[in-house]
T-cell receptor, first 111, second 111 residues
Framework: GENVEQHPSTLSVQEGDSAVIKCTYS??????FPWYKQELGKGPQLIID?????GEKKDQRIAVTLNKTAKHFSLHITETQPEDSAVYFC??????????FGTGTRLTVIP | DVKVTQSSRYLVKRTGEKVFLECVQD?????MFWYRQDPGLGLRLIYF???????EKGDIPEGYSVSREKKERFSLILESASTNQTSMYLC??????????FGEGSWLTVV
């Protein structure tokens, strides 16, 4: 089955700086890569996703890049704000069912 | 907006009790999922369902069963709760191969 590794497990940045979270996956058949944000006491919420026919996708301050050859994908958050503080999960699947999740990154944005 | 509702947010049960976790989605989604979330382990799939009365084992089905009698409702059952089943349980749903939406989670403590 798919194996997704996520780094770092914790990340602290100053407000306004950028944050980058990286994931690698093992199954070359995977073609869907979502990122979820989980705030304290809540369920994960999708923030951005990318499919394997696209190399990069942006949504305001958030971007995701995908390198299918190297089997890794990354989340980039620019101009971080305190409300970006949360746990972020990457995931991979073929199709969007049966997602395989990374172990999460706890991001802290220091005001 | 998609809404996935987990009726019980916090439960405390005794070892050996039978536990039901209920989940309802309001978007006529075909697919429903139960995940378990533990620190450092990310989200792990317990069971999923593609249709009414249909179920498939995920990565960690041991000690759990599920029921899907109606399209909008997916129940997770712990036949005889044990302390190692203390965890956060997340229900999710999706339509076809599209985005998976999560509920707010159910915190279960088994004493």
């Amino acid at each position: 089955g798919e194996n997704v590794e996520q780094h770092p497990s914790t990340l602290s940045v100053q407000e306004g700086d950028s944050a980058v979270i990286k994931c690698t996956y093992s199954d070359s058949a995977s073609n869907y890569f979502p990122w979820y944000k989980q705030e304290l006491g809540k369920g994960p919420q999708l923030i951005i996703d990318i499919r394997s026919n696209v190399g990069e996708k942006k949504d305001q301050r958030i971007a995701v890049t995908l390198n299918k050859t190297a089997k890794h994908f990354s989340l980039h958050i620019t101009e971080t704000q305190p409300e970006d503080s949360a746990v972020y999960f990457c995931a991979a699947s073929y199709g969007a069912n049966n997602l395989f999740f990374g172990t999460g990154t706890r991001l802290t944005v220091i005001p | 907006d998609v809404k996935v509702t987990q009726s019980s947010r916090y439960l405390v049960k005794r070892t050996g009790e039978k536990v039901f976790l209920e989940c309802v989605q309001d978007m006529d989604h075909e697919n429903m999922f139960w995940y378990r979330q533990d620190p450092g382990l990310g989200l792990r799939l317990i069971y999923f369902s593609y249709d009414v009365k249909m179920k498939e084992k995920g990565d960690i089905p041991e000690g759990y069963s599920v029921s899907r009698e109606k399209k909008e409702r997916f129940s997770l059952i712990l036949e005889s709760a044990s302390t190692n089943q203390t965890s956060m349980y997340l229900c999710a749903s999706s339509l076809g191969e599209n985005t998976i939406y999560f509920g707010e989670g159910s915190w279960l403590t088994v004493v």
